[in-house]
């Protein structure tokens, strides 16, 4: 799991669920090994915010846009004016923190599947 699609598909679903939590059906369809239908939105969420926090799976800026907009709640509007970037910038961003995000879950599964494998 690692083609332009997989990933573009993880981003995808992953700007679904940052924005609405409690849903994270299109997250858990991505068929992750790391996410399971039978954990709760708040335990994905949780977990998500532990992969943004590891400095060594994200940029520190990526890192950063993320924790302020999807964990701090802070607006498009007042990321902007902190940052004295246009809203359409810090959309841009954090479209491109979250396609990191998605390569960075993307390499945890894959540790996983090697996991698997190894055991086998």
């Known amino acids: ?3 332009k699609d997989q990933r573009a598909k993880l ?3 992953l700007k679904a669920f940052l924005a609405k939590p409690e849903d994270k059906t299109a997250l858990i369809d991505v068929g992750l090994r790391q996410f399971s239908l039978t954990q709760a939105s708040l335990d994905i969420f949780n ?3 532990t992969v943004v926090e ?5 940029p520190e800026d ?8 999807f964990w701090h709640r802070k607006t498009v509007k ?6 004295a970037l246009s809203m359409d910038q ?16 993307l ?4 540790a996983h599947i090697a996991a698997d494998k190894q055991v086998q």
């Open 47 to 49: 977990q998500l915010k």
């Open 107 to 110: 390499q945890i599964h894959q």
């Open 78 to 83: 007042v990321m902007s004016e902190t940052l």
């Open 62 to 69: 990526d890192a950063q846009l993320l924790l302020d907009r």
């Open 90 to 105: 810090i959309n841009r961003m954090l479209s491109k923190a979250i396609d990191n995000l998605a390569g960075a879950l």
């Open 11 to 13: 981003a995808k679903a």
């Open 1 to 3: 799991m690692g083609s």
């Open 54 to 58: 590891d400095r060594s799976r994200l």
